[in-house]
Structures are given as C-alpha cells and as structure tokens.
C-alpha cells in the first residue's frame, strides 16, 4: 500500500477547500442574479382603499341606522291627504287636466284580496314585513348592479319608500330625495302598523290612464270592483305602479300581459299559489272593459296625451308627472278646443256619420311660431282613446300640392299651360271624375279643379324622385312609392305631418315643429322648464310658398273646397281617396295651420263623404274660431297674377297660329277631388266654376289690395 504524503494530503485539503468556495460563490452569484418579485403598490394600494371604504360604509351604515332608530313617529298620519299633485293648463289659463291622488272609494285593508296584497308584496317589496321602511342591503346591491349595468336595471325603493314619494316628496332622481325618502319611511314606520302602509299605498299609487289606487284601476280597466277580479287581473294591476305608461293595456297590451306573467312567476316562486294556479293565470286572457272610465278631469283628452309624450321625451315619466307636484302651462288655446270638439260631433252627426268607427281628427297649429292650437284624435275619447292625427292615412288630393310646388320651385309658373286630357303610363290610366276633360288649362287652374291626369302630367314632367324629396323636406317621413300613382295621394300620410308641411305654404317656405308644453314650474313656482323658440327651416322660396297660396286660395274661392271658405283670406286643398275610404281638408291662414280627416277606422267606404263636404266644414267651423285672436290678416307676400284660361290661350294661339285654342270664353267644367279611378262612383259633391271671365269683362284682373303687414317666420331681408 503507497504511502500518501504529508504534501499529497495539503494539496487535497486545498483542493476541497476550494472546490467549497466555488461553490458558495456560484450559490452567491445566482441569489445575486436572481430579481426580487416587484410588489404591486397599485393593487396593494387598492386593496387598502376597498378594505378602509367598507370600514367606512359599515361605519356610515351603523351611525345611520342609530339616526333613523331615534326619529320621531309622523303625527296624525292616517288623516293624511295629499294635495292635488300636477295640473295642466291651457295657453289661456283654463285647466284642462288635473292630476289628482284621490279618484275612487278608499279601501280597507280587510276589502283587499289576498292574491293582490300578495301579488304587490311579491312584485315590489318582498321583504315588506321584516324591515323597517327601508332595505339598506338592497339599495347598496341595486346600486351596485346599476353601476355595473351602465343603466338602471334594478330599483331599490321599498312600498314604505314609494308611499313616502307619493304623500310628501317629488319624484325628482337625486340623491337627497332619495335620502329624504327613507328618513321619512323609517318615520311611517314608527308611526302606522304595516297593514295601515300597506293599505294607504294602495289606495293612492298611480296605476295609469288616469288610475288613482287599486279600486281605480279595476274600475278603469275591468269596469268591476278589485274584490270581483280574478288573479290574472289583480296580477295585472300589481304589475303596473313599476311603469304605469308602459305596462297599461291600453297602450300596450303585449307588455302588460308580459309584465302580468312576471308577476304571477314572483307569486309562485314565493309560494303564494300553486303551480296549477300559476299556470292557469298566465293562460288567461285579457277582457278590458269596452267603455273604460277615466277619474281625471281631462277637457281636452287626445291633446294631454300627446302633452304626455313629449313630456316624456324630455326625460318626465308617468310617474313624475302625475305626482311631481307641476303646474304644466300648454299652448292648446282653450276656446278653440272647447269649439273643436263640439263641431266635429255637430258635423259628423248631420252627416249620418253617428257609429263608433266612423271617426274624425283635426289637428291646428301655428306657422308663425308652432304652437298647437287645438288637437283631437277622434270624435269621442271615451269610446276609442286612439289618436287618428298619427295615423297613416292615404291623403288622396291633399298631397297634390307637393307636386306642383315641386314644380314651381323647378321655374314653371301658376299660368303655364298643361294638358287637361287622358293620359296612360305603362298599364296604367289614371281617370278624371265624370271623365271630364278639358283641354289646355293652367296649372292653377288644374289644382282648383283638382284634376287628375294634370298631377300625374306634372309628376311625369318634374320627376317622381323630385317631389319625394320636396315631400321629405316638408316632414312628410312615412314611406313614399317610387311610382307615378303618388301624385294622387296613393301613399299613407300622417295627418300630423301633412298639416305641418303645409305650414310652409303659409309661412314664406319655412317648415315650423309644432310642440305643445310652453313652461313647466313646480309647486312652489320654480320654473324648472320653458319652450325654446321654435325650430324652423326654410325648405321652399318664398316666390313658391306665394304662388301656391295664390294657388290654393282659388281652391277655397271656387273649387272644391268652396265649404270652407270662412270670408277671410285663407288657402287649402280637399282630398278623397278610391271608394271614399278617406276625406279631408288641409287648410290655412297666415297665422293658423289646420288639418281634418274624417274616415272608418275598419277603411271601408263612407259612400259619399268628400273632403271638400264633412271636412271642410268642420274646418270652417274651427278656424272661425281659431283666427280671432289673430284678426283678418292677408298673407304677407308679393301680389302673383293668375290669368283666366281664355287669356292663355290667346296668348298660346298668338305664339303659334297652327295650335288651336282648347277653352271657349265661357267654358264651364266640374269641379271635384275623386280619386283616379273607372269605379268611382257619382256624389252629390261637385260644382260648376266659370274659369274664364265674362265676354264683356276687362281682360286684365282687377290687382288685389296690398297686403297687410304680419308678423311671421320669415328674415326681414327676404319678405
């Protein structure tokens, strides 16, 4: 065995003892190289933050309740009675629509159905019995899935909250009210049992169309009292205080058995009726009552719910309005109304036009500055709530004038000549009524007569495209046919709109949006909105708007709207459609715009009604009413000169001696606004018009009195 040296053995020693530091240093050098894990002071920062803010709102959330336990009750709290919450007035100061909390017989408690006290409790606070008026773990997470949402998906107000809004506050969506809302619950709660809350809650909740408590709202929609509903009704009404606009039948009857169905869904998952029963009401139909009774007073019932929508387009709901405390002064000239609504049952009924769905509307505005004057969607509101001023109806005749004011703007002129004979487009050949013709004639005198075969001429010469577009920019927004067939008011049309386009007639070419709410202001008299000054845009020039009231004056002078002739100067256009399925008589002054319809709501025939018969004297009647706060003003344009046919004529026949004059100096023809069609059957409505003057009359017009100055929507640079 080799013996190993004392050098050997240091060597390896010193080998060892290396190789050992090498090792720590390498250990050294990779924790040297090794990065710490950065914290992240933004999130450690934030989670501080989350933990310090709960602290915070347990703490808030603590000292609040300790507040609300140490409220005084409410004294005399039973006796309560609310004011009258909103009215609406007219622009002449009348009243014509009071929102009142207080419309039925009040019920006990005791009266109530079970279902119904269930059906609310369930859809509206199903923690009622165990708070104390107020749920603060609700309202932190509606809060927090709103925020999340973007909008407002879930609401947070408990019935004592709501009764809380509808006795003492507003309905105004801030914070503080909503803060004062549950201060004043907690004290509700200290000051009634809960059955008391629960009874005065449904005795003054807003349930719609005019609704005020549960026994209102059985009355208006079922006509029986709330104790004869079944459960598919009182789910119904249980439905509605969330959104009573929205969820009403009448307005909508899909949501509001939608809405009805959530209800009973809420109603079985908390046990309150069985599956069988759930299933069995949700299969229910709905039977409103045909005759719904209405607890408001309402003077002018078609108008406030057009006031109520535009209300709401300026962010009001129902709810807001009927208990926001408001005084909502409107534009609705009150003695035109009044005037308005006695006159269409005066003339429907002298007419034979007595049955439910032989209707009438009438829509009357200002041109100067948009106001609406008077407004009626129907003959009866208590018979048929729906407004006729929105519906699409064929205008017949009365879209005729944008066919020549397309034509005017385009340089032709009220005396160029134009074929009053039989003409065929295609497969189609459009008809005068009685087949009359009558040769060469100027365009103003095509419009008085109202012929047929002169609009289609026309709309051929300008372009179907063109009279679309000046239809468009007049307002006129429902769908208009590409086809020649629109000239005669083939195509539905809003009677809303088409009495708005007319208003650039008379208002020097400039298209005025008529609005309804003037100036809303609170109950202690702050004004919290008031009406801008009208929009208005110039769509024609003012030479147009002057020749087609030049125009359309001779058509209340001695064509077919002679009926609404009321001795003032004034201007329109009748208009009846195939089989008078439709009539009316769109007309103005230079101060008031107003438009009638009087049809079926079935579009069946009325036999014989004409624009220029019912129509026009229902609008005779109104506007004879509707100027005198204006006076008898003449149209404030440039004198335009409409020459008689026989002169025309000459004048053509001098031009070109080989053209032969198709009027004789005498010529008399029949006037009508008949639809274009070989099925048009006689009436009694037609008259013989003169269009030429007397053979010993001076050939050269007598000019007309200067115009008197008025005030109107037109720059003083271009009157």
């Not at 390498?26 to 992240?40: A, F, G, H, L, V």
């Not at 603060?136 to 509606?142: D, E, F, H, I």
């Not at 308005?340 to 005066?346: A, D, R, T």
């Not at 001695?558 to 009539?583: Q, S």
Request: proline letters at 5%.
């Amino acid at each position: 065995m080799a013996r190993i040296s004392r050098k050997d053995l240091y060597d390896a020693e010193r080998a060892h003892s290396q190789a050992r530091t090498a090792a720590k240093n390498s250990e050294k050098e990779k924790i040297k190289n090794k990065k710490p894990k950065k914290q992240n002071r933004f999130l450690k920062n934030l989670r501080s933050f989350i933990i310090f803010s709960i602290a915070c709102t347990l703490a808030a959330v603590a000292a609040f309740e300790l507040y609300l336990s140490s409220l005084q009750p409410i004294k005399n709290l039973e006796g309560f009675k609310p004011n009258i919450v909103t009215q609406f007035y007219s622009h002449d100061g009348e009243i014509i629509k009071t929102f009142t909390a207080y419309t039925s017989k009040k019920l006990e408690i005791d009266e109530v159905p079970e279902h119904f006290k269930q059906a609310l409790i369930a859809t509206e606070d199903k923690n009622f019995y165990s708070h104390h008026g107020y749920d603060l773990t609700g309202l932190v997470r509606s809060t927090i899935q709103n925020v999340l949402a973007g909008h407002v998906v879930q609401g947070a107000s408990t019935i004592t909250q709501q009764l809380a809004r509808i006795l003492f506050l507003s309905n105004e969506k801030t914070f503080d009210r909503k803060i004062k809302e549950i201060i004043i619950a907690a004290r509700i709660e200290k000051s009634i049992p809960k059955d008391k809350i629960l009874e005065m809650y449904l005795n003054n909740v807003y349930l719609g169309s005019g609704a005020y408590g549960a026994e209102g709202a059985a009355q208006t929609y079922f006509n029986k009292k709330l104790s004869k509903c079944n459960l598919p009704e009182l789910a119904l009404i249980a439905g509605l205080p969330q959104a009573p606009s929205v969820y009403s039948p009448f307005n909508n009857m899909d949501l509001a058995i939608k809405r009805r169905n959530q209800v009973l869904l809420r109603m079985y998952k908390m046990k309150y009726i069985s599956k069988e029963e759930y299933e069995k009401a949700k299969a229910a139909k709905v039977k409103l009552t045909d005759v719904p009774r209405f607890y408001t007073t309402n003077k002018a019932p078609y108008f406030t719910d057009y006031v109520m929508k535009e209300l709401e387009s300026m962010g009001f709901d129902e709810t807001d309005i009927s208990q926001g405390g408001y005084k909502i002064i409107t534009t609705l000239d009150y003695k035109t109304q009044e005037k308005l609504n006695e006159v269409i049952l005066k003339n429907m009924k002298a007419y034979g036009l007595t049955r439910k769905n032989q209707q009438a509307a009438v829509f009357s505005f200002s041109p100067i500055d948009g106001r609406i004057i008077a407004y009626a969607g129907g003959k009866n509101y208590t018979e048929s709530q729906y407004d006729r001023v929105q519906a699409i109806r064929p205008a017949g005749s009365a879209f005729k004038p944008f066919v020549y004011a397309t034509a005017l703007e385009k340089g032709m002129t009220p005396n160029d000549l134009i074929e009053d004979r039989p003409i065929t487009i295609g497969d189609w050949s459009p008809k005068n009524y009685g087949s009359n013709y009558r040769g060469k004639i100027p365009l103003y005198s095509a419009l008085t007569i109202s012929s047929n075969v002169c609009a289609v001429r026309l709309i051929k010469e300008v372009g179907i495209r063109a009279v679309i577009q000046t239809a468009r920019t007049l307002g006129i927004t429902t769908p208009l046919e590409y086809d020649y067939t629109i000239a005669l008011g083939s195509n539905g049309s809003k009677l809303f709109e088409l009495t708005r386009a007319y208003g650039a007639f008379a208002n020097g070419g400039y298209v005025v949006q008529p609005f309804a709410v003037e100036r809303i202001e609170t109950s202690r008299g702050k004004v919290v909105y008031r009406a801008p000054k009208a929009k208005a845009s110039r769509q024609l020039s003012l030479k147009t708007a002057a020749e087609m009231t030049a125009i359309l004056k001779t058509v209340v002078e001695k064509g077919t709207g002679r009926g609404a002739n009321i001795g003032v100067p004034c201007a329109g256009k009748t208009g009846t459609t195939d089989n008078y399925k439709d009539a009316s008589f769109v007309g103005y002054t230079p101060t008031v715009v107003t438009g009638v319809w009087v049809g079926n709501d079935d579009n069946t025939t009325t036999h014989s009604v004409q624009g220029g018969s019912v129509p026009a004297r229902i609008w005779h009647d109104v506007m004879l009413t509707a100027i005198e706060q204006f006076g008898k003003s003449d149209f404030n344009y440039p004198e335009i000169e409409l020459k008689p046919t026989w002169a025309l004529n000459q004048e053509a026949k001098e031009t070109n001696n080989n053209e032969t004059s198709s009027a004789e100096s005498n010529e008399t023809y029949t006037v009508s606004d008949q639809p274009a069609t070989e099925k048009t059957t006689t009436t009694k409505e037609h008259v013989t018009v003169p269009v030429a003057v007397p053979k010993h009359s001076s050939p050269t017009p007598a000019p007309l009195p200067s115009p008197a100055p008025i005030p109107m929507a037109v720059p003083e640079s271009v009157r």
